[in-house]
């Protein structure tokens, strides 16, 4: 313990250049300030009525009012919103988790010559980019009747999650022994029975780490929902928000209202779930 | 028969069953369109029935070469190489200078200033595009920002055609600078202590380590991360959509925007959208292809 103090202040004394360090603070505080104060003014406009926000855009609102916040979930009827968001987020979640795992568990432990085929397809998969394939994904969804429908935009979701969940789940369950798998073979336990008793209940660290990934990338998706629906009754977050507070929007309290409510929920989920999140985004950082 | 039932074993029914669901889904979504779309490409299909229909012809190339002839299309490439230049040389040095300082304890409240970076990756992009188009508009803090050094300033940045881009290119470089910052970070953490320890008791100065230990161990992270910058820069289409939506005059547009106005803007043309789409599709391939030779040939210092 010692030694490492001493090695700090040495670095600070001898090589940590004044003008380099004033750089470095000088670069961090800037995006500190610019990720707190827009946040800031956000929610101060929030608190204006669109008279009053024409007259002050930046300073402390006169009146406080949180009036906008009732108006603007009516309006953009949040209530559908959440409710959409949430069934895309958990039910995305799940199925990705559980066919990764299922797939993994196959991948790493039961030979097979097609798993390097199959499994390289999906590892390629982790470079290819949904939005190249919004347009044959809306043709696809019109001429199978899957346009407007739930099913039609929980399956892309669950498609998308794929490919980093199968990556992750095979390297998972490869570095479990396969004296593992063999003993309950010898046991008698069929496939099925070693993947749900055995396997399964061991892969908790890669299932947070997927699940993590999986619900900040499905909660925040925009455009399959934008271009897989359009009816009120299936419209997400992110959908709604730009529908209600786009560059039509005449109302700025209201507006804005709506861009809190929208943000709260993930700023929220990233505050209580800081340690995990960077684990997740650093693991799911794979080679492609 | 006999040699089949011996062939369906146990263990491939097992394997079969249990890749399936995962295969099946992700063959739909991702291999199916890929092909798809590059057969839609060369005919004249442009909306209606698709198996079945005899109208459509196979018209070959025709999409490919209007697309090459068409100035929004080398407008939209421009900008996405424009964000590509963006993450490469803006968002991955900053990223790597932030998680060295962190890592190193060079700075105070690393914790701190760790979780304010990385905060506006989680953030929808949606929520974060209208938020800075309101904060650059004139009604925005920025214009009173530069009106108290330069009284009487115009914001024309929603519609001059030239500096429209540079609001988004900065909200992309402050979005995720974040996300590699993370990434350094986690495998700056992987590098052995002791390692620089030892380095420092033996006389290494800041510089050394960080020249000799430290980026020689994280040269292919540096790689990953370009090429989650280049395929990056070809999803970029929400947070363009709710900037500025590629105006003014579609100056602001990106290829995934050229692709979605292609489609489903004024009167679809579905052929020239998926002509788009294959390109969009190799051209991540090929710029990913290329980091890789140039890895294979410069770097090979990871151990």
């Given amino acids: 313990m010692k030694t490492a103090t001493a090695t700090r202040t040495r670095i600070r004394k001898t090589d940590f250049h004044p003008v380099l360090r004033v750089f470095v603070y000088t670069m961090v505080l800037i995006f500190t300030v610019l990720t707190l104060y827009p946040l800031y003014w956000l929610f101060i406009s929030s608190l204006k009525t669109n008279t009053e926000f024409q007259l002050n855009m930046t300073g402390w609102p006169w009146n406080p009012t949180l009036n906008n916040y009732p108006t603007a979930w009516r309006l953009a009827q949040f209530d559908t919103l959440f ?13 990705v988790i559980l066919f990764s795992l299922m797939a993994g568990f196959a991948f790493a432990k039961i030979r097979s010559k097609a798993t390097p085929f199959l499994h390289g397809s999906f590892v390629i998969g ?3 980019t949904l939005q190249s394939l919004m347009v044959p994904l809306f043709l696809m969804a019109v001429s199978t009747n899957l346009y407007n429908t739930r099913l039609g935009v929980l399956i892309p979701y669950v498609g998308m999650g794929m490919p980093i969940g199968i990556y992750l789940c095979t390297e998972f369950i490869r570095s479990i022994p396969d004296s593992v798998v063999e003993s309950a073979r010898i046991d008698g336990a069929s496939y099925f029975r070693i993947f749900a008793s055995i396997i399964a209940p061991m892969t908790k660290p890669v299932a947070v780490t997927l699940a993590i990934l999986n619900v900040s990338g499905v909660w925040n998706e925009f455009m399959l929902v934008n271009i897989l629906v359009s009816s009120d009754a299936l419209r997400t977050l992110p959908v ?10 005449s109302d700025h309290g209201r507006q804005f209202a709506a861009l809190t409510i929208g943000l709260v929920p993930m700023v929220i989920f990233y505050l209580v779930f800081r340690k995990q999140i960077t684990k997740g985004v650093s693991a799911g950082a794979v080679k492609g | 028969m006999k040699r089949l039932l011996a062939w369906w074993t146990e263990e491939r029914r097992a394997y079969l069953l249990l890749v399936l669901p995962g295969v099946l889904v ?4 991702m ?3 890929t092909v798809f779309s590059l057969g839609l490409s060369m005919t004249n299909y442009n909306g209606g029935v698709i198996f079945g229909n005899p109208n459509i012809q196979f018209v070959g190339l025709r999409h490919y070469l209007r697309m090459f002839n068409d100035r929004y299309f080398w407008i939209s490439l421009k900008n996405n190489g424009l964000i590509m230049a963006i993450s490469v040389f803006g968002q991955i040095p900053l990223g790597f200078l932030f998680a060295y300082v962190i890592h190193r304890k060079l700075i105070k409240f690393g914790d ?3 979780t304010i970076i990385y905060l506006p990756c989680v953030i929808s992009t949606i929520v974060v595009g209208r938020l800075w188009q309101s904060f650059f508009s004139p009604y925005g803090p920025f214009t009173k920002f530069m009106q108290t050094f330069q009284p009487g300033w115009e914001n024309e940045l929603a519609y001059d055609p030239q500096k429209a881009i540079l609001p988004v290119l900065f909200v992309i470089l402050w979005m995720y600078t974040g996300q590699y910052m993370i990434i350094f970070l986690a495998n700056l953490q992987k590098i052995d ?12 100065s800041e510089w050394q380590v960080l020249t000799r230990i430290m980026l ?8 990953t991360a370009c090429i989650l910058a280049i395929s990056g820069s070809l999803k970029s289409f929400d947070l363009v959509y709710a900037m500025t939506a590629g105006n003014p005059a579609r100056r602001t547009s990106v290829l995934a925007l050229y692709m979605y106005d292609t489609a489903f803007k004024h009167s679809p043309n579905y052929p020239l959208a998926n002509s788009i789409s294959v390109f969009m599709v190799l051209l991540s391939f090929i710029l990913i292809v290329l980091v890789r030779i140039t890895e294979a040939r410069f770097g090979g210092r990871e151990e």
């Fill in chain 1, 83 to 95: 409710l959409n968001s949430v069934f895309f987020t958990v039910a995305s979640t799940i199925l």
């Fill in chain 2, 112 to 114: 701190f200033f760790q």
């Fill in chain 2, 26 to 29: 992700y063959w739909a979504v």
């Fill in chain 1, 126 to 128: 982790i470079l290819l």
């Fill in chain 1, 240 to 249: 709604g928000i730009l529908k209600f507070s786009g560059p039509l929007a």
């Fill in chain 2, 216 to 223: 020689p161990a994280l040269s292919g992270v540096i790689v």
């Fill in chain 2, 193 to 204: 202590p002791s390692l620089i320890e030892a380095a420092r008791i033996d006389g290494a």
């Fill in chain 2, 31 to 33: 291999a199916f369109p």
